[in-house]
């Protein structure tokens, strides 16, 4: 695998003022990333320097190693090749799907044109639609076209805004595994910027959580969910809630809970007040235990429970169970911990 994008020390502003800050990330080929992060964090600002509308104030942007911006010069995006999907995709309403798709490789020969359309609605399961206009298909159906739009001149990589933010709830994450899907077939290498962590977690191989300009943590969903490195990070991904400890040794916290094993950070000494982040997933019943929590909120969702349950000293913590565990408000429910990874914050 080449590195096809490199962001590389980047910082960019409007006005003087910076709303990204020193910002490094590398994509290799065929690898989907994400920008995830609150509105306002910079996300849209950072994708916009990659796609060459915002010049950047600091570092230096490469794509296939030649660079593309570094403060004072900014290749035009239309030199960049690179593709881009936006949340308002636009379809062009008086062109027919075919001649959508076909639209940014107009120059090429009818018989090139007409080759890779076929190619891009077999892609995107549209085979058949190529005479039809966009106001007579589905939301989702217009955006896999404006994905075989952005896709038919072969970008060096993809853009995409909040493409998926437009469509209702329940088919957002359906239709980013489907998008998905499209890309790596073609091993399309893609930057999504979304604030949508579901999202995020259908679509992109390595996710930037973003925070105030600054990339926290570049990291696979998994890492991001069970070994968050920021307190920021911590909370953002999942639900989770802290738990007061203290260090009894490298590898050992005393918490309300119980001990707890697991790799203390070198930086908390025995004694040492810390947080515990425990997730829904690391607590369980269990009628061997003499832990309790109180009920205190319950949501149903189909197959699981999820609880909210008050500890003695008044902590609450979240508890995941399958939904035959039904318990009632109020009741007092023993409990044990089950980590698999252990995450500690100095306090
Ligand atoms: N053209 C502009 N001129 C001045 N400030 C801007 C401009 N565009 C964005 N900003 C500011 O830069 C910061 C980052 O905005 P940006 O749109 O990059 O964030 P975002 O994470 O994409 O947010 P959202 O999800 O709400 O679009 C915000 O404080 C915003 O107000």
Request: with cysteine; aromatic share 6%.
């Amino acid at each position: 695998m080449t590195r096809l994008l490199e962001i590389d020390h980047v910082s960019v502003g409007y006005d003087g003022t910076n709303v990204v800050h020193d910002v490094t990330l590398n994509l290799n080929t065929g690898v989907i990333g994400c920008l995830l992060g609150p509105s306002g964090c910079g996300k849209t600002t950072l994708l916009r320097s990659i796609a060459g509308f915002e010049p950047i104030s600091d570092g230096q942007i490469r794509l296939e190693g030649q660079e593309v911006s570094r403060p004072g010069r900014t290749q035009p995006p239309e030199r960049r090749q690179v593709g881009m999907v936006f949340q308002d995709f636009a379809l062009f309403p008086h062109l027919t799907v075919a001649e959508n798709i076909a639209f940014g490789i107009r120059s090429q020969t009818a018989a090139r044109r007409r080759q890779r359309v076929k190619e891009l609605l077999g892609l995107i399961s549209m085979d058949g639609y190529g005479e039809a206009y966009p106001h007579a298909l589905s939301g989702g159906q217009q955006q896999r076209i404006a994905v075989a739009r952005a896709m038919a001149p072969r970008p060096r990589v993809l853009l995409l805004d909040e493409p998926f933010s437009n469509m209702d709830v329940e088919l957002r994450e359906g239709l980013a595994r489907e998008v998905r899907a499209i890309l790596k077939q073609e091993e399309i290498t893609a930057m999504l910027v979304t604030h949508d962590q579901n999202e995020a977690f259908a679509f992109a191989d390595r996710i930037a959580v973003i925070h105030a300009g600054r990339v926290l943590q570049w990291d696979t969903a998994y890492n991001l969910y069970h070994k968050p490195r920021d307190r920021f990070v911590a909370d953002f991904i999942g639900q989770g809630r802290m738990l007061p400890g203290q260090v009894l040794s490298e590898h050992e916290v005393k918490t309300e809970l119980g001990t707890i094993t697991g790799n203390v950070p070198q930086d908390c000494s025995p004694g040492a007040p810390v947080d515990v982040l425990v997730r829904p997933d690391d607590i369980m019943p269990d009628d061997d235990s003499e832990i309790f929590g109180e009920v205190m909120d319950k949501a149903f969702r189909g197959a699981s429970f999820l609880y909210n349950l008050q500890l003695g000293s008044g902590t609450r913590v979240l508890c995941l169970t399958p939904s035959h565990y039904n318990f009632a408000l109020g009741e007092r429910i023993p409990l044990k911990l089950g980590f698999n990874h252990l995450v500690i914050f100095p306090r």
